[in-house]
Nanobody
Framework: QVHLVESGGGLVQAGGSLRLSCAAS????????MAWFRQEPGKEREFVAR????????SYADSVRGRFTISRDNAKNTVYLQMNSLKPKDTAIYYC??????????????WGQGTQVTVSS
């Protein structure tokens, strides 16, 4: 019902910035919440940030609060993740997801293919 495609990943030095994009198509109205997760090799997928298509509610993981900003452009059906002051620990594959208002992966039933973010020292 919902198709998600991430883009914008790449290699950046510590302290640099990247903006990730998630283009949504299909029945986007059927899921109220869009979120970003990330996953390092051999580790669990972890919550990064989430936002509703309507209203102003956002939520962030403690590890990224103050550095990352999630936003949306409803006209373009696109969600963004602006990442500033990047650290090597931010290195991961970043995934866009659609689902419920939760930080758990269980609340999301639509996922993008992921985009690699690598932060060098």
């Amino acid at each position: 019902q919902v198709h998600l495609v991430e883009s914008g990943g790449g290699l950046v030095q510590a302290g640099g910035s990247l903006r990730l994009s998630c283009a949504a198509s299909g029945r986007t109205f059927s899921r109220n919440v869009m979120a970003w997760f990330r996953q390092e090799p051999g580790k669990e997928r972890e919550f990064v940030a989430r936002i509703r298509w309507s209203g102003t509610s956002t939520s962030y993981a403690d590890s990224v609060r103050g550095r990352f900003t999630i936003s949306r452009d409803n006209a373009k059906n696109t969600v963004y993740l602006q990442m500033n002051s990047l650290k090597p620990k931010d290195t991961a594959i970043y995934y866009c997801a659609a689902g419920l208002w939760t930080s758990s992966t269980n609340g999301y039933d639509y996922w993008g293919q992921g985009t690699q973010v690598t932060v060098s020292s």
